[in-house]
């Protein structure tokens, strides 16, 4: 992820649970770039997330080719705003968008 100022971060996920076309239970957490777990105060980030907290998405077929994505994560929302999290799942969510479009395109 990259934040507004331009500072890189890494994240690396767990997934403890994953029900095809339904949904994925997962940890992330903060990284090295070789996906070494590391303390969010090495990088000057208070993280107020609780440990072994997971972060559950949903996936609910809509029709029509739609899939309704739901994302329960692991703190507050406005936790999760302040400290770039948010900005950070739209920025996987824009990537993951792109590779679906690429996808459909190919079929």
Not at 38 to 54: C, K, R, S, T, V
């Amino acid at each position: 992820m990259k934040s507004p100022d331009g500072q890189e971060f890494w994240n690396a996920v767990e997934y403890h649970e994953i029900v095809l076309h339904e949904k994925i239970v997962s940890l992330m957490y903060f990284s090295d770039s070789k996906g070494n777990r590391i303390d969010p105060a090495q990088l000057g980030i208070e993280h107020e997330a609780i440990d072994g907290a997971y972060d559950v998405t949903l996936f609910e077929d809509l029709g029509n080719g739609q899939t309704k994505l739901t994302f329960i994560g692991n703190e507050p929302m406005e936790s999760a705003k302040n400290s770039g999290q948010m900005e950070g799942w739209n920025q996987i969510l824009d990537k993951v968008a792109a590779v679906v479009a690429e996808l459909s395109q190919a079929k």
